[in-house]
């Protein structure tokens, strides 16, 4: 596709508002995909870090009772 000016770039013909609406969805979608796997990530983490923390104190209270 030929354009013969920034603004008919932008105007895609008539079609810029769908064009640039999409791909602004787009990554928008991929944007907060991302952030949810991020946050996700870090609470999995977070609670992996408590659960080895919670079975270590249940070793050493078994180590201490025998």
Known sequence: ???DSFNEFWA????GIYVWLSF???LLSVAALW???WFT???LFRQ????QARQ???QQAKQ???
Do not use: D, P
């Open 1 to 3: 596709m030929h354009f």
């Open 12 to 15: 895609m013909g008539g079609y």
């Open 24 to 26: 602004g969805l787009g």
């Open 35 to 37: 952030l949810s796997a």
């Open 41 to 43: 990530k870090k609470r």
């Open 48 to 51: 992996v870090t408590v659960e």
């Open 56 to 58: 270590q104190r249940i």
């Open 64 to 66: 201490q009772s025998v």
